[in-house]
């Protein structure tokens, strides 16, 4: 198994662009959700999703969508990059709620 | 959610036995206590989790005290790749929602 994969690694992007981060699990995990982490902070809870057409926000959703329309794939979108999402970006994925979540490496995101 | 409290960074010596403490004084009764380690920046791994009674695994010891309003995780022999960010965090049965804090960094000194 892969585990969790996330792409890209490392992005920029400019103020007001969008895109797309993807993130895909071989584990037939019901459960998906993303995480930002702010330099020196801890990961806050983005959007989650308990399963295939089902997402739901989490603590900090502004600027961000989400959409689960496969068990494997949670792709979060930013809709029009503003500086402040310049952060780390973690998905993560459980066999069933947030027990046990397994993460991805990250993607690395600067906006200018 | 009930908040932790966690000291911002520890010190252990290599093959000692390395315990995290963490706070949780607003704790419910149907709220797990999980932990979470994050080696460099690195995604988070999970450790441990427990509701009221001590656990152990293979990675560590959980005990939780017996009013739940505090918790230390044991590494029992820690070595060198244990140096990381080790996160104490509760969740509600029923959310989908850990409230990460900021986590104790500790090294482990060879």
Known sequence: ???????????????????????????????????????????????????AGITDQGEVPNGYNVSRSTTEDFPLRLLSAAPSQTSVYFCASSLQGPDTQYFGPGTRLTVL | ????????????????????????????????????????????????????NNETNEMASLIITEDRKSSTLILPHATLRDTAVYYCIVRVVGTYKYIFGTGTRLKVLA
């Open chain 2, 1 to 52: 959610d009930a908040k932790t409290t966690q000291p911002t960074s520890m010190d252990c010596a290599e093959g000692r036995a390395a315990n995290l403490p963490c706070n949780h004084s607003t704790i419910s009764g149907n709220e797990y206590v999980y932990w979470y380690r994050q080696i460099h920046s690195q995604g988070p791994q999970y450790i441990i989790h427990g509701l009221k």
């Open chain 1, 1 to 51: 198994n892969a585990g969790v994969t996330q792409t890209p690694k490392f992005q920029v992007l400019k103020t007001g662009q969008s895109m797309t981060l993807q993130c895909a699990q071989d584990m037939n995990h019901e459960y998906m959700s993303w995480y930002r982490q702010d330099p020196g902070m801890g990961l806050r809870l983005i959007h989650y999703s308990v399963g």
